[in-house]
């Protein structure tokens, strides 16, 4: 049991902070993209032990935090028809929308629904003939096989009252967004892991190339995350760039195949809207048409909402990396995850609600 | 949400359907119901990664007993499952 000595080790740790320290002849802005890496970062006490001149940027990678105001109103629409059940994961219910979340919905009498999975949402489907169960399907590549997944046991169960409303994001093309705003400063990548367990790591290497970036694939615990931090510095400081895979233990370079054939299937690339960023072309995955019937968009009309992303919450400045929680005037005040004012707050990953649990007021 | 934790599984369900494949996965004795649907090749006592009740990939026991200690002390674990019912409590 070598490795789990290994990981745990706390010496370990501290290795890798001394070897990053003198790898370092500047500072460095690495984002970590994915939510959980942010939040493992803060709740390992990471950022603290990091040296001076490491400057993580905490990313877009919440799905929760991206999915935009507008898809949540919809979400709402569609909970308060009669006919209607609608289920999600638990952290989707607590986001505001532009008016109310799903919760208040819930509270004011819409059948919502938290489920730990779609397939949990299907097994509702079956059990109520008489409902049309809705499954609010939001999530990055990581969700996107089992969202498929839910649609294709819909079509061979011959479900006619099972759709899913969906949001899904993509992660490649929105660091590709991130690189090319103006605004940001971000250096090198640390990618995550489970996102390319499913999908590999063939799409990362053209955004490497075309920005001239290093991004490392990497895990959540500690210790991988230092070491994709040290990897990622030590291109930085050589000059170089790339793709760089420091989870191969988990992370096939072709990723998982089935799975995604499972997505493509159901889903085909298309545009999306992220929260506080704005359309991104080919970000997300969009449902094909022949499953149509599976479409909530397609099944219900839905009225127009207008869209009107809430101004006084940096959302976007915080998913860009351009702004830490704690600089935003309703941090801690106004906005707590017992009342978010935006998705960062919600969701344990979500930039905002990290920094609040785990008290960082000043963090760098 | 995007987490994908590892366990064991314990049983394969037989199924006439590939995509209905599910088996009985134990996340540190927490037993679980798991589509095995993306991961054909795998077997009773092999380690898998699951998120939200589909398993994306087998890993070796190493990997998988390293990152289940990590959620241990970190005492996530349950945080992690909590909403995640048996099959049974769906009912
Ligand atoms: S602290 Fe609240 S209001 Fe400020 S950016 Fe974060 S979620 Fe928005």
């Known amino acids: 049991m070598k490795h789990l000595e290994e ?36 709740k390992n006490g990471l950022i603290e032990i990091l040296p001076e001149g490491i400057i993580m940027i905490h990313g877009p990678g919440c799905p929760v ?37 799903l919760l208040k919905a819930k509270a004011e009498g819409a059948d919502v629904r938290m489920v730990y999975s779609p397939l949990d949402a299907l097994a509702i489907a079956r059990k109520n003939p008489e409902k049309h169960i809705v499954f609010f399907a939001v999530g990055f590549e990581t969700t996107a096989p089992a969202n498929a997944l839910s649609v294709i046991q819909a079509k061979k169960l011959d479900l006619d009252n099972f759709s899913i409303l969906s949001s899904h994001v993509l992660v490649p093309p929105a660091m590709a967004a991130i690189l090319r705003d103006e605004e940001t400063h971000v250096q090198g ?18 955004v490497a190339r075309e920005f001239n970036v290093p991004i490392v694939v990497t895990g959540f615990e500690p210790v991988d995350m230092l070491n994709g931090i040290y990897q990622c510095i030590s291109m930085l400081e050589n000059g170089k760039t790339g793709l760089m895979n420091q989870y191969s233990r988990v992370v096939r370079s ?5 799975a995604k054939k499972i997505i493509s299937e159901v889903f085909e690339v298309g545009t999306r809207e992220w929260r506080g960023i704005g359309e991104i072309p080919q970000s997300g995955l969009v449902i094909r048409k022949e499953y149509d019937r599976f479409n909530a968009e397609k099944r219900f009309t839905i009225n127009k909402i207008p869209m009107n992303e809430d101004n006084a919450c940096m959302a976007g400045l ?40 785990y008290g960082y007021e000043s963090a760098t | 949400m995007c987490l994908a934790i590892p366990g064991i599984i314990t049983k394969i369900e037989p199924s006439e359907d590939e995509i209905f494949r599910t088996g009985k996965v134990s996340f540190d004795g927490i037993q679980r119901e798991v589509n095995l649907s993306m991961v054909p090749e795998a077997r009773e006592g092999d380690y898998v990664l699951v998120h939200v009740g589909v398993a994306l990939q087998i890993v070796d026991e190493e990997e998988a007993k390293q990152t289940l200690a990590c959620f241990r002390e970190l005492d996530e674990l349950n945080e992690a499952l909590k909403d995640h019912p048996d099959q049974e409590e769906l009912e």
């Open chain 1, 7 to 42: 990981y745990r080790d706390k010496r370990q740790v501290r290795y890798l902070i001394d070897k990053i320290r003198d790898k370092i002849s500047t500072s460095w802005n690495i984002m970590e993209i994915c939510g959980g890496q942010t939040h493992s970062l803060l």
């Open chain 1, 65 to 101: 935090c991206v999915t935009p105001a507008m898809m949540i109103d919809k979400a709402i629409a569609l909970a308060l028809n009669t006919e209607v059940i609608l289920c999600s994961f638990g952290d989707m219910l607590r986001v505001p929308g532009n008016e109310k979340s």
């Open chain 1, 189 to 206: 990548f640390l990618a995550a892991g489970h996102v390319c367990s499913v999908m590999g790591t063939d799409e990362y290497e053209p």
């Open chain 1, 254 to 258: 072709e990723g998982n195949i089935q």
């Open chain 1, 318 to 357: 915080i998913l860009k990396g351009i702004k830490k929680p704690h600089q935003c005037p309703y941090f801690r005040n106004r906005c707590t995850p017992e009342n978010p004012m935006g998705a960062p707050m919600v969701s344990s990953e979500g930039a905002c609600a990290a920094y609040y649990h």
